[in-house]
């Protein structure tokens, strides 16, 4: 039977079947051999042992179409990170770091603000246009006033998202809200999962309807960028890209270099400050990294 892992604990693996339900399973010898490991995401053959007890054996890891480090998790096609435009304010700082990460990462991502009732519509029109100048879609809503949410929905319908954001700003609210329409699922896997509540910090699939997923990355919210080069960094502001090959040197990294384009755009108001001053927080940050490497 074919199915999908929507969760791995200690050596488990759940799988999500659909019709049939989800499977407790074990790797057998065939993943060590070839030195692959299961993930999360991970589309499955499995053999059932008990039908029962729903137990059963992975016996085939199906074709990765990609595979995140953080969190780590196989086949997503886009991310999206939530943040509150009211309590708690946006951390600019850390959304622009997500998104760095899955630039990096090169999965597509989006922004969504929540608790729009809180806020006054300058400030919800200000980051919106923020964040789609740099060209990610944008999502205004509130989950108390159900505002918002049917575009939010299409966003994630037939795909496998990752969701990250700081606690507080309402992704469980929202999740709620896309779950509900599947709600006697939900609780047979929560009955499920149980046991594998303590490991709240591994990555986890929640099914919202047909083929449509939710990878909720708990404790998410301190992200890293090592493995960057501090010269790479550029390149994940997208807003950066289309004045690439502008600057007066070659490899500008659009910090201190005269006749720098990026800046000259930020003087212009073209780049938005608050984005470029966090390129060069990061960009100062990785430089740091990299002195104590050596
Ligand atoms: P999480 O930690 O990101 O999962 O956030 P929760 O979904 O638990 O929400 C945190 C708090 O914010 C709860 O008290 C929610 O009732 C509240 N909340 C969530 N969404 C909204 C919203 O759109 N507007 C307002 N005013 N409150 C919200
Ligand atoms: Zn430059």
Not at 131 to 156: H, M, N, Q, T, W
Not at 268 to 294: A, P
């Amino acid at each position: 039977m074919k199915g999908r892992i929507i969760k791995g604990i200690a050596g488990f693996y759940y799988v999500d079947t659909g019709e049939s339900g989800i499977y407790e399973c074990k790797a057998k010898g065939i993943f060590r051999k070839d030195k692959k490991k299961p993930l999360v995401g991970d589309h499955v053959e499995i053999e059932i042992l008990s039908e029962d007890e729903k137990t059963g054996n992975l016996t085939e890891l199906l074709e990765r179409k990609n595979e995140l480090i953080r969190p780590a998790v196989a086949n997503v096609d886009q991310a999206l990170v939530i943040f509150a435009l009211e309590d708690p304010k946006p951390n600019v700082a850390l959304l622009d770091r997500f998104l760095v990460m899955m630039e990096q990462q090169e999965v597509p991502a989006a922004v969504c603000f929540n608790k729009d009732d809180l806020a006054g519509p300058e400030k919800a029109e200000k980051m919106r246009k923020i964040y789609e100048d740099c060209g990610y879609p944008v999502f205004l809503c509130s989950a108390a006033k159900k505002e918002g949410i049917d575009a939010l929905r299409e966003y994630l319908d037939g795909k496998t998202t990752v969701v990250a954001g700081p606690s507080g700003v309402g992704k469980s609210s929202l999740t709620n809200l896309f779950q509900s329409e599947i709600h006697m699922e939900t609780g047979e896997i929560s009955r499920k999962l149980k046991r594998g509540r303590h490991t709240t910090r591994h990555a986890q699939l929640i099914p919202l309807g047909k083929d449509t997923w939710l990878c909720d990355t708990p404790g998410f919210t301190s992200l890293y960028t090592e493995n960057m080069e501090k010269e790479e960094l550029r390149g994940y502001f997208p807003e950066f890209r289309p004045l690439e090959g502008s600057c007066r040197f070659q490899g500008c990294v659009h910090v201190k270099e005269p006749g720098c384009a990026v800046k000259n755009a930020l003087e212009q108001g073209r780049i938005h400050r608050s984005r470029y001053e966090n390129y060069v927080m990061f960009y100062e940050e990785l430089k740091e990294q990299e002195k104590r490497r050596y």
